[in-house]
Structure formats: structure tokens, C-alpha cells
């Protein structure tokens, strides 16, 4: 993890948020402050483009995962849920990765529907054993694991592929191609985020949240409740 400086696109710097870095880097036993992890790694850098275009003053945390255990992924995972919620902040979280690499079509799109299906299901666990069982050369594996403990960290109830292609779409080249998949991860709706904090505070604090100044039309609704 680097948590601080600027990286350098072709559409500008792009600054490190320093507050999220320390945050996550104290709250994960894993995580080492290392700028040198991300000399030669672009799977980051490839991202930031897209990010500047539709934010132009998009702060990120950079974070390079190494060969560990599953239960290091999740580690990490979690410590950046706990951070961003410690903060209360609004943050998007990407994890970036091919799928299979240089495999006939049919071989890749049979492997890849397998690893995508588990990350659909929201299943760490289910994700690694696949990857092992397959042999799948899904490069960045151990980013999607935590994000996806991330995600079920902060309340996520669903994912949705919006898109599965491979190389040979493009070249025409089907005997040896590279997978790659978009999957948008969603959360909570406002209202029953707003429920788990008003019940955290009160458990963690003694304290009754103040209703939000600004309600969602959810929240507006005539409806029972339970407790």
C-alpha cells in the first residue's frame, strides 16, 4: 500500500488520499507501507484514466496483494471496509484483473464462468477453491477476494456481470485468448444502511443517531417496521 504522493497520467496527477491510506494500513495486520510494490504493476495505473475522465479530482489508495493465504485477502478486505466505514466516507472499490490467459476460447469461457459465477454468489471461499480445482489464471484473484470480503463487510447483497468478452472477440484469434469480465458488486439501499448504523451506534456508543436531514424517497414511504 502507498499511502502518500501522486501518480502521473496522461491526463494528470492524480492524488493519493493519505487519510484512507493510514486508515486502511493501522487497521490490517497484512499491509506494509511499500511504494516499490507498484514500480513495475500497471494493473492500477491502467485504471486511472477511466477514473479522471468521469471525476477529475478522484483521490485513490493503492493497494498490490502477493502470494498469501485466502484468509490474508479477507484480512485485508475487511480492513478497508472498516476504514472507509470508520470514516464515512462514500468509496468505490475496484479490484483489477484479467481472467484466464492464452487458453483455447471454449477452454477459457468454460473456466471463466465458473470463477465469474463465484464472485456473482458473493463466495470467497468458493472463488479460491475454483481457481485451484481448474486451474484458472486469473491474474488478479487475490485482489477479488478482498474485494468481495469488502463488499460483504459493508452490507453488499448482489453483483451483476455487465460484460464477458475474450482477445479473440476482437482479433478474431480464438486459439489462444485472454478472458476479461466487468462485475459491478451492490450494496445496501440508504435506508437500510441508515437501520445497521442507527443500530451500531446505539449497541457501540448508548447513543440514538439523529435522522438524516435529507431523506430518500425509501425513507419516505408509510410502511411497519420491526426491531
Not at 147 to 170: D, F
Not at 174 to 183: E, H, Q
Request: proline fraction near 4%; hydrophobic fraction near 40%.
Amino acid at each position: 500500500i502507498t499511502t502518500e504522493g501522486a501518480w502521473k497520467t496522461p491526463l494528470g496527477e492524480v492524488e493519493i488520499d493519505s487519510e484512507l491510506g493510514r486508515r486502511i494500513l493501522a487497521a490490517s495486520d497484512y499491509l506494509e507501507e511499500d511504494h516499490l510494490a507498484h514500480q513495475h504493476e500497471h494493473s492500477i495505473e491502467v485504471q486511472l484514466p477511466f477514473l479522471q475522465y468521469f471525476k477529475p479530482d478522484v483521490r485513490f489508495v493503492p493497494i498490490a496483494l502477493a502470494h498469501a493465504s485466502g484468509d490474508v485477502y479477507k484480512e485485508i478486505g475487511r480492513a478497508v471496509a472498516r476504514a472507509v466505514e470508520e470514516l464515512k466516507i462514500e468509496a468505490v472499490i475496484i479490484a483489477s484483473s484479467d481472467m484466464t490467459h492464452y487458453e483455447p476460447q471454449k477452454s477459457a469461457e468454460k473456466k471463466d464462468t465458473q470463477a465469474i459465477q463465484a464472485i456473482l454468489e458473493l463466495d470467497e471461499e468458493e472463488l479460491l477453491e475454483r481457481i485451484d480445482a481448474l486451474n484458472i489464471s486469473m491474474c488478479g484473484y487475490a485482489p477479488t477476494v478482498s474485494l468481495i470480503s469488502a463488499a460483504r463487510e459493508m452490507g453488499a447483497t448482489g453483483a451483476e456481470l455487465v460484460k464477458y468478452q475474450t482477445s479473440g472477440n476482437v482479433t478474431g484469434d480464438y486459439s489462444r485468448v485472454v478472458g476479461y469480465a466487468g462485475i459491478i458488486i451492490t450494496g445496501m439501499s440508504p435506508l437500510v444502511r441508515l437501520a445497521k448504523e442507527a443500530v451500531e451506534m446505539y449497541v457501540r456508543e448508548a447513543k440514538i443517531m439523529t435522522p438524516p436531514k435529507e431523506l430518500t424517497p425509501e425513507m419516505k414511504e408509510k410502511a411497519g417496521v420491526f426491531v
